[in-house]
């Protein structure tokens, strides 16, 4: 017996090539098995299979697979921003992370909507996005975060049926490049562990555990296994929400002598639900919150601006230069994949080549 293919998507030769097929069956409105086939409209397989989901979702729904024409014409008046304020934000946005959300209302409200709202979705094409990318050059404002968002809702669009097929995106519209891992020194984090109260308990836990912000601010007291010497990263906190952590999977981060010294202190006298790092008034403190008290330690003690997740980038950069392999990095910093953990890799090789220059001098 082979297996059923669920995903109403199988590939067919004509005429010597191959092609993506769209076979399925679903009842119709009068209660009768029917058989939908069909070519892809796009022939990538992950387009056929979205395609596919699309049609077979209609047809259990409706009970039949195309639409009319007339609700063709309709669905495809729908402008940017209709669809984005009805099914992106109903369908699709539960299921991003809170802050993830948040950022992409914001980038809506920036300059997306002032851009395309207006816009029919079959209307937007690749002259559109490049029309859209000029404004964001001229304006100073990095292409990125808004054109991959813009990429995302027209995809979406695509998948509920409310466009035929996707359009091209040209390529050269974002500038990537290399992101420089600019992790602070030894000597830079011994004097931030020197701040006092749940600012740096908060600074330890990233910089000896190489916790993410979201996930010290969920720390909880029974997180720590003292008896065994290592926290258990089980959830983060996006926005005020707990969560998995980033990578969907709990981990285990063995306990620095010093971290372990002043969990102790820190975890005094707590149940064993009670977040680890707490305020004067006994909250957890908010994202803000700790940016705030981060920036503001680093400007008393003349110390060098740093992001709070620079860090993190300490954690992963020590331990890449102690000679840790990139698998056991990867596992420890709660890397999803090895490519984000080898990224340090060649960061350390950089140092190392700048020490045999100084051998060389």
Same mark, same amino acid.
């Given at each position: 017996?082979?297996?059923?293919?669920?995903?109403?998507?199988?590939?067919?030769?004509?005429?010597?090539?191959?092609?993506?097929?769209?076979?399925?069956?679903?009842?119709?409105?009068?209660?009768?098995?029917?058989?939908?086939?069909?070519?892809?409209?796009?022939?990538?397989?992950?387009?056929?299979?979205?395609?596919?989901?699309?049609?077979?979702?209609?047809?259990?729904?409706?009970?039949?697979?195309?639409?009319?024409?007339?609700?063709?014409?309709?669905?495809?008046?729908?402008?940017?921003?209709?669809?984005?304020?009805?099914?992106?934000?109903?369908?699709?946005?539960?299921?991003?992370?809170?802050?993830?959300?948040?950022?992409?209302?914001?980038?809506?409200?920036?300059?997306?909507?002032?851009?395309?709202?207006?816009?029919?979705?079959?209307?937007?094409?690749?002259?559109?996005?490049?029309?859209?990318?000029?404004?964001?050059?001229?304006?100073?404002?990095?292409?990125?975060?808004?054109?991959?968002?813009?990429?995302?809702?027209?995809?979406?669009?695509?998948?509920?049926?409310?466009?035929?097929?996707?359009?091209?995106?040209?390529?050269?519209?974002?500038?990537?490049?290399?992101?420089? *891992?600019?992790?602070?020194?030894?000597?830079?984090?011994?004097?931030?562990?020197?701040?006092?109260?749940?600012?740096?308990?908060?600074?330890?836990?990233?910089?000896?555990?190489?916790?993410?912000?979201?996930?010290?601010?969920?720390?909880?007291?029974?997180?720590?296994?003292?008896?065994?010497?290592?926290?258990?990263?089980?959830?983060?906190?996006?926005?005020?929400?707990?969560?998995?952590?980033?990578?969907?999977?709990?981990?285990?981060?063995?306990?620095?002598?010093?971290?372990?010294?002043?969990?102790?202190?820190?975890?005094?006298?707590?149940?064993?639900?009670?977040?680890?790092?707490?305020?004067?008034?006994?909250?957890?403190?908010?994202?803000?919150?700790?940016?705030?008290?981060?920036?503001?330690? *680093?400007?008393?003690?003349?110390?060098?601006?740093?992001?709070?997740?620079?860090?993190?980038?300490?954690?992963?950069?020590?331990?890449?230069?102690?000679?840790?392999?990139?698998?056991?990095?990867?596992?420890?910093?709660?890397?999803?994949?090895?490519?984000?953990?080898?990224?340090?890799?060649?960061?350390?090789?950089?140092?190392?080549?700048?020490?045999?220059?100084?051998?060389?001098?």
């Amino acid at each position: 017996m082979g297996t059923k293919n669920t995903s109403g998507v199988r590939k067919v030769i004509r005429g010597g090539k191959p092609r993506w097929f769209i076979d399925f069956r679903f009842t119709d409105k009068k209660g009768v098995r029917q058989r939908f086939r069909r070519d892809a409209s796009v022939q990538n397989y992950a387009a056929a299979v979205g395609e596919a989901a699309r049609l077979m979702k209609r047809a259990a729904e409706t009970g039949i697979v195309e639409e009319t024409a007339a609700q063709t014409e309709r669905s495809k008046a729908i402008t940017y921003s209709e669809f984005v304020t009805g099914s992106f934000e109903s369908v699709f946005m539960p299921g991003y992370r809170p802050a993830t959300a948040r950022r992409y209302r914001e980038l809506h409200d920036q300059r997306i909507m002032e851009f395309f709202g207006a816009m029919p979705l079959d209307a937007i094409g690749p002259r559109e996005y490049r029309k859209f990318a000029a404004v964001l050059n001229i304006a100073n404002v990095q292409t990125k975060g808004p054109m991959n968002l813009v990429r995302t809702v027209i995809r979406a669009a695509f998948d509920e049926g409310y466009i035929d097929k996707l359009p091209e995106f040209p390529k050269g519209l974002i500038k990537t490049g290399k992101k420089v *891992l600019d992790a602070p020194s030894s000597e830079e984090v011994d004097a931030m562990l020197k701040a006092p109260g749940w600012l740096g308990v908060a600074i330890a836990l990233a910089a000896l555990a190489g916790m993410r912000m979201g996930e010290v601010r969920a720390l909880e007291v029974r997180d720590i296994e003292f008896d065994q010497h290592r926290i258990i990263v089980r959830r983060a906190l996006s926005e005020d929400s707990s969560l998995k952590p980033k990578s969907g999977d709990e981990r285990i981060v063995p306990l620095a002598v010093g971290l372990e010294v002043r969990l102790r202190e820190a975890v005094k006298s707590k149940l064993p639900k009670a977040r680890v790092v707490i305020d004067c008034d006994g909250q957890t403190p908010r994202r803000q919150q700790v940016l705030y008290k981060f920036k503001r330690f *680093l400007r008393q003690n003349s110390l060098k601006e740093r992001s709070f997740h620079s860090l993190r980038h300490y954690f992963v950069t020590e331990l890449m230069r102690s000679g840790a392999s990139a698998e056991v990095v990867r596992v420890l910093a709660g890397h999803s994949k090895l490519e984000m953990t080898q990224r340090y890799a060649h960061a350390t090789q950089a140092d190392q080549r700048a020490a045999i220059d100084k051998l060389g001098r």
